[in-house]
């Protein structure tokens, strides 16, 4: 048996779940959600969060909310998830205001206990991203993810006092396997800012944000993984380095590129990827997943405020409503809201059959 299906068996065991709580459940919770956050000052929100966590998990209330700050991007990556162009709220409008993102995290307060401040685009290209960040940093955990392109302007700090989670996007451990997923970006540059962010959280010393560094894994960066995986996390001592299967993303393109166009992505020996590919036929499948889907516990607030299913339900295609005219938290508690959320867990909608998750 190989170290790869050993790996598979293992993670269905309880054994998974105990190491799990330890590595990764129990540090977030005490250490991060409580300690590092009252110590940042967020005493309020530190806690009443026991109290809201519970309230999500009996299923009254979104424990997180993902916002669509903006809809455009400085980088064209060329499988891009959620593709500014695409995205449909992205064409009518593209920066949230600040008054409409206040009035949202009015209505979300006390209710919800995470803000993801990332959908289409780059965050951080917000004009008022710092601003954003301290209206809602004592109010609610807030996470992002950003190419680390443009981090000047007070975004910096914003960052290390405001952000709990941070993720960047950081796919190859050479200039020249990163710039080729990351179109228009600098590799130096990239470094550079996300090794300023790094440096700027331990002289604070709080231990937050928590900084995830993800690599998408292709054909062209996938001998590089072992070397970034310990770079990020030996010599730059983030909290967690993730490899990330790539998806071709065929379903979100502008031009009418097919998965035959693309499959030279796709990793040729990383078992890191998400399609069955038979080179006889040139037949690529996507892998089946068995588990319930959970991404659909997380509605998205698309920049001209239809509430999204999903992040992968781009197009809207399951309706539920729109902020301007309803609340979240109330449509959630309703037989409708409840049914679509039962219909995505067992990937019943046709988005669920492309998308990948
Ligand atoms: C759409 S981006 C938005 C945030 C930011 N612009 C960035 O790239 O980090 C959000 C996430 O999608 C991931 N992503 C981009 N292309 C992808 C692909 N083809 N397959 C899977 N994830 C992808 C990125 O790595 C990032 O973690
Ligand atoms: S940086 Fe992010 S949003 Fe921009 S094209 Fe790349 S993956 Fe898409
Ligand atoms: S399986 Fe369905 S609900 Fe889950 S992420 Fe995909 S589209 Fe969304």
């Given at each position: 048996?190989d ?14 779940d ?6 990764y459940a ?5 250490l991060n959600?409580i300690?590092?956050?009252?110590r940042?000052?967020?005493?309020r ?9 519970l ?8 424990r997180?909310?993902?916002i669509?700050l903006?809809s455009v ?9 959620v ?13 949230l205001?600040?008054?409409?993102f ?6 979300l ?28 940093k004592t ?8 190419n ?22 950081f796919d ?6 990163y710039?080729?997923?990351?179109v228009?970006?600098n590799?130096?540059?990239v470094?550079a800012?996300?090794n ?5 959280k331990?002289r604070?010393?709080?231990g ?21 995986r ?15 299967p ?7 393109r502008s ?10 992505w ?6 890191m990827?998400l399609?069955?590919?038979?080179e006889?036929?040139g037949a690529?499948?996507?892998?089946k997943?068995?588990?319930?889907c959970s ?6 607030i ?18 539920i ?8 938290v ?17 990937r019943q909608?046709?988005i ?6």
């Open positions: 048996m170290v790869g299906t050993l790996r598979k068996q293992l993670s269905t065991t309880v054994l998974a105990v190491y799990r709580f330890f590595r129990l540090p977030d919770f005490v959600r300690v590092r956050t009252m940042r000052g967020q005493v929100k530190a806690t009443l969060y026991p109290f809201r966590l309230a999500s998990k009996l299923k009254r209330r979104p997180r909310v993902m669509d903006v991007c400085n980088l064209r990556c060329p499988m891009c998830s593709p500014p162009d695409i995205a449909i709220g992205a064409t009518q409008k593209k920066h205001d600040l008054v409409e206040k009035r949202i995290a009015d209505e307060e006390g209710h919800v206990t995470d803000l993801s401040l990332v959908y289409s685009g780059e965050p951080l290209l917000h004009p008022s991203f710092k601003e954003i960040v301290e209206y809602a109010r609610f955990y807030l996470s992002t993810i950003s680390g392109t443009v981090i000047k302007g007070g975004r910096l700090e914003a960052l290390v006092d405001g952000i709990d989670y941070l993720q960047f996007s190859g451990l050479s200039k020249e396997s710039e080729k997923y990351r228009g970006a590799y130096d540059s470094l800012n996300v300023a962010v790094i440096d700027a331990q604070a010393g709080l937050l944000p928590v900084v995830t560094i993800t690599f998408l894994v292709n054909s062209y960066n996938e001998d590089e993984v072992e070397s970034a310990s770079y990020w996390l030996e010599n730059r001592g983030v909290n967690y380095f993730f490899d990330k790539i998806n071709l993303n065929v379903h979100r031009d009418d590129k097919k998965e035959h166009d693309l499959v030279h796709l990793p040729r020996k990383s078992k990827t399609y069955k590919t038979d006889a036929s690529i499948e996507v892998e997943k068995r588990a319930p991404i659909v516990q997380t509605p998205v698309r920049g001209d405020g239809e509430i999204l299913m999903c992040c992968h339900d781009l197009n809207n295609s399951v309706k409503g729109n902020i301007e005219n309803n609340n979240l109330e449509l959630w508690g309703s037989q409708k809201y409840a049914t679509i959320r039962e219909r995505g867990a067992n909608y046709p669920c059959k492309v998308c990948g998750k």
